[in-house]
């Protein structure tokens, strides 16, 4: 899968280089190239921002050095990208989109800041590609790059092959709609807390019954919203 991620701070993606991501750039299944949006600029300030029309707080990014920006992008595209801004005003980024948006040939993220992106460049994107606004919560960030670096870590470990263990993907919390069931380790006892003894019991049936009735049990008390859907 390609990954283009234009940003006016590129070096954050600097992060994606390690772990299992970084390996998965290093073993080609996953291209990431990060581009900064002042390079798409002509002015002595590389300025990407102005004041909003009709006036009020802060300040707006410029329509067009995202339209060089995502005009260059899309250039050699082979097929039609997904082209995603992250945004609080977006519709919620969950796994069932990270899993849609990881059997995608081509993501393209814009992260844009301060207050927001001119409106006319989603409309110039749809041109481009099938846009998407995706935020990640219901709380308001500086920027995209953060929420970027969430997508694309949730969106590229589901890519067959970048984790090692496809197993290890099935089990989650999120990929039954429920809350994932508490793990635990050697020992058996410690600091007076013990595994719970049908975890030690050797008995299949009784741990899958166990951690489905976890599973429930915590999903109800935390995430009650989830049994709802
Ligand atoms: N940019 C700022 N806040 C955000 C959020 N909650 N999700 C996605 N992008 C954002």
Same mark, same amino acid.
């Given at each position: 899968?390609?990954?283009?991620?234009?940003?006016?701070?590129?070096?954050?993606?600097?992060?994606?280089?390690?772990?299992?991501?970084?390996?998965?750039?290093?073993?080609?299944?996953?291209?990431?190239?990060?581009?900064?949006?002042?390079?798409?600029?002509?002015?002595?300030?590389?300025?990407?921002?102005?004041?909003?029309?009709?006036?009020?707080?802060?300040?707006?990014?410029?329509?067009?050095?995202?339209?060089?920006?995502?005009?260059?992008?899309?250039?050699?595209?082979?097929?039609? /990208?997904?082209?995603?801004?992250?945004?609080?005003?977006?519709? @919620?980024?969950?796994?069932?989109?990270?899993?849609? +948006?990881?059997?995608?040939?081509?993501?393209?993220?814009?992260?844009?800041?301060?207050?927001?992106?001119?409106?006319?460049?989603?409309?110039?994107?749809?041109?481009?590609?099938?846009?998407?606004?995706?935020?990640?919560?219901?709380?308001? +960030?500086?920027?995209?790059?953060?929420?970027?670096?969430?997508?694309?870590?949730?969106?590229? @470990?589901?890519?067959?092959?970048?984790?090692?263990?496809?197993?290890?993907?099935?089990?989650?919390?999120?990929?039954?709609?429920?809350?994932?069931? /508490?793990?635990?380790?050697?020992?058996?006892?410690?600091?007076?807390?013990?595994?719970?003894?049908?975890?030690?019991?050797?008995?299949?049936?009784?741990?899958?019954?166990?951690?489905?009735?976890?599973?429930?049990?915590?999903?109800?008390? @935390?995430?009650?919203?989830?049994?709802?859907?």
């Amino acid at each position: 899968m390609r990954i283009d991620v234009v940003s006016i701070f590129p070096t954050i993606f600097d992060a994606l280089e390690v772990s299992l991501l970084g390996k998965a750039r290093q073993s080609g299944l996953l291209d990431v190239r990060v581009h900064d949006l002042r390079d798409y600029t002509h002015d002595r300030h590389r300025t990407v921002d102005d004041t909003p029309y009709g006036g009020g707080a802060g300040m707006v990014m410029k329509p067009a050095p995202w339209g060089e920006a995502l005009d260059d992008v899309t250039r050699d595209a082979a097929a039609s /990208p997904v082209i995603v801004f992250p945004s609080p005003a977006g519709e @919620r980024f969950t796994q069932k989109i990270a899993r849609e +948006l990881s059997t995608e040939d081509h993501l393209v993220f814009g992260c844009g800041r301060y207050e927001g992106i001119d409106e006319r460049v989603f409309d110039y994107a749809a041109d481009l590609g099938r846009v998407r606004l995706l935020s990640l919560g219901d709380y308001v +960030l500086n920027g995209g790059e953060v929420a970027v670096m969430a997508m694309v870590e949730a969106i590229g @470990r589901l890519i067959p092959g970048v984790v090692g263990n496809p197993e290890s993907l099935v089990e989650e919390s999120h990929e039954d709609g429920l809350l994932e069931y /508490p793990s635990f380790t050697k020992p058996a006892s410690w600091r007076g807390r013990d595994v719970p003894p049908v975890l030690l019991s050797g008995n299949h049936g009784a741990v899958a019954t166990w951690r489905r009735e976890q599973q429930l049990e915590r999903t109800r008390e @935390r995430r009650p919203d989830l049994l709802a859907d």
